[in-house]
Structure formats: structure tokens, C-alpha cells
């Protein structure tokens, strides 16, 4: 879904980001809305550089330095089409900003693959049209792949040994399904698109029945009618990785823009009690990991895992370093050992049976949403619904205990601050940028259900002041944690549909009279 006024902002720096900032020091206008919505975020060494035929910037602070370029006319000059004024502001910029012509001939080549001569062209004819006002210095590290949170997590799907990737596109997890079907032959891969979100989770519970590791990809109004196939996963035991890609609601609500709002609606979602894995990474590495890693952790304790993630993770564009993901850990499924009789849901010490799958000889498979016995035959009798009840819930127990070596709560900053912030998912970025300012500690938890305790209650030593920081209405990691025995002292919430910018938070921060 897509309308009205579009834009981008970029950010860039030499030490790792994942937060932008409301100032700027580029504006790059192709018409007026792009001018008269941003004009508010110019600072005084701000640089406009706009399409002198369709653009006028009127009065602005002597110290702004602008740059006009007759865009229209150098598109109808040059007989290109309008999408190429996007290549001529391009070239203005670089030279605006003392990229090398170089630079910008080589991405372009690299970037565009129709009408690639024209573009450079246009390109340059914006290069030369332009003034220079600042020297971008090149870079002395490594240089890494740019890539967004969408495309990071389908690299870790692939790196998990990923199957089946089954979805019906809804933002803000579209992305994902756009780009495992552009590359569903290399990563040999099954993606599909069904005719709903009901045939999304029934279909892919029917792949996990037949031993392919699966995925599914939606958002909060899809994930509302998954919910009873959810259950099903549960108590027939079949593991399933699901993407929740969260945005503001209720209903439709803000469809284009990004939220964290639908945490206890995942831990809750689906009648009955069942075990499952949830999980919120919070920048690129970290959606690559937790993809590999919650296909592994749902086919070793045969449960359901969600990765919750939001329009600011998946559509973002990540600097991506391979090198910070850290070991991802592979375990085997239980599998049978083709002793019969066969008893797929048989009472073991840690809840996990061994597993079978269709077309195994001398072995009947069975996946039952009735309560049953070992073999998945239905039952009403009382206690072997206890038996098979403490069955599926002791699986929680080892998973907790399994989570130690996953790193479920992680520590930033100064760590010896009494002062921290707590945060999940996308947020980490901000507030990570926001306590090297100020001194303070971050604590992000990356894991949120099973809650991880022991390890929560670690990050918190030394701690008297922690300051919760979400992006909803009703503090419900806050909530959350409560629940689990620990308390917030301070809350900054967020519930417009945008993330937060570096300044905002540094300025709700000042009002609360800190100390590190």
C-alpha cells in the first residue's frame, strides 16, 4: 500500500547506526511536497538541492546553501523519461557533496540495467550542473553489503536450511515474500503465495507434517485469522516459524508505518496453553541469526516460534557485517529410530518425541487437534489429557534452560551505569546511540517468551533507575516484565507510527534529570 507523499532518509556514518536523526544536511527535492513537508528538519549547514522547474524553496536562513538544477528541462532536453530526473538530483548530490564522478558512473552501471547510457547522461548532465559544498572523505574500513531487514532474515531462513516459505503479502513482511521468490531457485526453495492467511497456516503446517522446515510471513491482520491454526501447531506438535510484522492498529490503523504494539497478542494468541518461542531482533545481524536460529529451536522442541519485527526493521537498509552474527547453533530433530510400534507423541523426560513422517514404512503418522494418546489417537479420558497436557508444557522447561547459550538478553553502553534503558526489537539502535551520549546503560531483550529471568535479572545488577522505551501506547514490554517480578521506574512511549529520531529521545531523556 502505497500513496501520497514518498520519501526516503539516509543516514550515514563511519561507526555503526541503526537510528535516524530529525535535522539534516541534505535536502533533495524533486517537487514541493518534498520541500514544504522537510523544510522544518534544515539545519544552518543544510545544503537544498531541488528541481529549479517544478520547486520553490522561498525565504530560508542566509546559512542555508541551496542549488537549483533545471531538472524538466534537462529530462525533455535529453528525450528521457520523467523516472529519470531521479539519476539527474543523483548526480547533483554527488557532486554537491565531493563524491567522485567515478563513484556515481560505477553504482550506476552497477544499479541500473535499461537505458543505462541515458541515465548516466542525465546523471551528469545534474554532475555538472551542480556546485561542490562539502568533501565526503572515502572510507578506510572494509566496505559492507547494504541490505534491509527483510532480505537479511531470508538469508537466515537459507542459512537454517529453510524448506518452504509460504505467504500472503501484507505489510510491512511483503518484502520478505518479494524477495524468497526472486531467489527461490538459488536457495532451493518452495515460496507460495495462497489465497489467504487461514490457507497460509494450514498449508504450511501440512509441509512441517511432512518434514520441511517452513516459514510464514504476515502482519497483525493476518496473524488474527492464523491464530486457530496456531493452536493446532501446538498440540499437534508441529514445528512452524512465523514472521510478524507489526504496524499501528486497531483494524487496518496505519498500514504504511511502523509500531510495537502486538507483543502480548503473540505470547496469548490461540486458545489453550501451548509452548512457544518468541523473539524480537533488532537490526539486520540480528534478523539474520534469529531467522536460522528459530527454525532450529522449533524443529528441536516441535513448537511454534514468531519472530516479531516491524515496518522500521524490515524495510530499513542495514550496513551488513556477517562477522558480528556469531555461531548460529544446529541442532537435530529427534527423529524415530525405526523401532516399532510407533508412537509419535510418545511421554518422554523433556516433552519431545521423535519424529516421523509420511511414507516412512512401518510407521503411522498421525497430527491430531483433538486431545489424544501417544499415538495421536483421540481421547476424552482424564488422565491421559493430564499426562499429555504436562507433556507439551515440559518442553518450556529445557527451552529456558537451551536459551542460556542464545544470548537472550544483551548489555550495551556503560555497564556500570545505575541508570539504564530497556528496550526491544527495533529501538535498540536509538537507545544504544542515545547512551553513548549520555552515559547510560541499555539493556535489549532479545528473547520474550519463554521470559528469560535468570538472565533479565543479571543485566539489571547495579541498576536503581530503568527507563522502559516502546513504541506503543501501553508500555507492554513494561507489562511484560511485571508480570515476571521486575519493575520500570520511568516510561518514553511512542505511538504515532514513527520511529524515534536521535533527538526526540535525547530531549524526553533531558526532561527526566539523569544520572549515569
Known amino acids: 500500500i502505497r500513496g501520497g507523499h514518498t520519501f526516503s532518509i539516509i543516514r550515514a556514518s563511519f561507526n555503526k547506526i541503526a537510528a535516524h536523526q530529525d535535522k539534516i544536511d541534505f535536502l533533495l527535492a524533486l517537487n514541493q511536497d518534498t520541500f514544504d513537508f ?53 548526480g547533483a548530490f554527488c557532486k554537491a557533496a565531493g563524491i567522485k564522478p567515478e563513484v556515481l558512473e560505477s553504482v550506476l552501471k552497477k544499479e541500473i540495467s535499461r537505458e543505462t547510457d541515458l541515465n548516466l547522461k542525465v546523471a551528469f548532465r545534474g554532475f555538472n550542473a551542480a556546485g561542490e559544498f562539502i568533501k565526503i572523505d572515502p572510507l578506510s574500513q572494509d566496505k559492507l553489503p547494504l541490505i534491509t531487514g527483510s532480505q537479511a532474515m531470508g538469508l537466515g531462513f537459507a542459512r537454517g536450511g529453510l524448506q518452504a516459505y509460504i505467504s500472503y503479502p501484507m505489510t510491512p513482511s511483503s518484502p520478505l515474500l518479494h524477495f524468497l521468490a526472486e531467489f527461490a531457485e538459488d536457495f532451493s526453495l518452495k515460496v507460495i503465495h495462497p489465497e489467504s492467511e487461514i490457507g497460509v497456516i494450514l498449508m504450511s503446517l501440512g ?40 504496524r499501528p492498529g486497531p483494524s487496518t490503523g496505519l498500514p504504511t508505518y511502523t509500531s510495537q504494539a502486538d507483543l502480548h497478542f503473540v505470547i496469548n494468541a490461540g486458545q489453550g496453553e501451548f509452548v512457544r518461542f518468541v523473539v524480537a531482533p533488532a537490526d539486520a545481524e540480528e534478523a539474520f541469526y534469529w531467522s536460522a536460529a528459530s527454525l532450529n529451536i522449533s524443529w528441536k522442541y516441535q513448537i511454534p516460534s514468531v519472530i516479531l519485527v516491524d515496518k522500521t526493521l524490515t524495510e530499513g537498509v542495514f550496513s551488513f557485517d556477517i562477522n558480528c552474527v556469531g555461531d548460529i547453533k544446529e541442532d537435530n530433530p529427534s527423529l524415530w529410530g525405526k523401532s516399532p510400534p510407533y508412537k509419535r507423541y510418545l511421554n518422554t523426560d523433556n516433552g519431545v518425541s521423535a519424529l516421523a513422517f509420511p511414507g516412512e514404512k512401518e510407521a503411522v503418522v498421525k497430527a491430531n487437534s483433538y486431545e489424544h494418546d501417544e499415538y495421536g489417537i483421540t481421547s476424552e479420558d482424564p488422565g491421559l489429557a493430564k499426562m499429555m497436557q504436562e507433556k507439551r508444557l515440559r518442553k518450556e522447561k529445557y527451552l529456558l534452560e537451551d536459551l542460556k547459550n542464545y544470548n537472550p538478553v544483551k ?106
Open 207 to 246: 509441509f512441517a507434517y511432512m518434514g520441511k522446515k517452513t516459514a510464514v510471513g504476515t502482519s497483525g491482520g493476518g496473524f488474527c485469522l492464523m491464530t486457530e491454526g496456531l493452536g493446532l501447531a501446538g498440540m499437534a506438535e508441529l514445528p512452524i516459524v512465523i514472521v510478524m510484522g507489526q
Open 411 to 516: 548489555v550495551y553502553g556503560r555497564e556500570d551505569s545505575k541508570t539504564a534503558l530497556l528496550c526491544w526489537g527495533s529501538n535498540k539502535g536509538v537507545c544504544v546511540e542515545a547512551a553513548r551520549v549520555l552515559g547510560l546503560k541499555v539493556i535489549q531483550l532479545q528473547v520474550l517468551w519463554p521470559f528469560p529471568a535468570e538472565q533479565f535479572k543479571q543485566s539489571l545488577e547495579g541498576v536503581n533507575r530503568l527507563i522502559c522505551v516502546e513504541n506503543n501506547a501501553t508500555g507492554q514490554l513494561i507489562k511484560l516484565i511485571k508480570m515476571n517480578g521486575f519493575n520500570v521506574n520511568d516510561k518514553i512511549l511512542k505511538y504515532d507510527g514513527r520511529p524515534f529520531p536521535l533527538e526526540e529521545l535525547l530531549g524526553l531523556l533531558a526532561q527526566l534529570n539523569l544520572e549515569s
Open 38 to 90: 522537510h523544510k522544518s528538519r534544515l539545519n544552518d549547514s543544510s545544503v537544498v538541492i531541488y528541481d529549479s522547474d517544478n520547486v520553490k524553496p522561498g525565504d530560508l536562513s542566509p546559512a542555508i546553501k541551496t542549488c537549483g538544477i533545471p531538472i524538466g528541462s534537462i529530462i525533455k532536453e535529453e528525450s528521457a523519461p520523467e523516472i529519470m530526473r531521479n539519476a539527474c538530483i543523483i
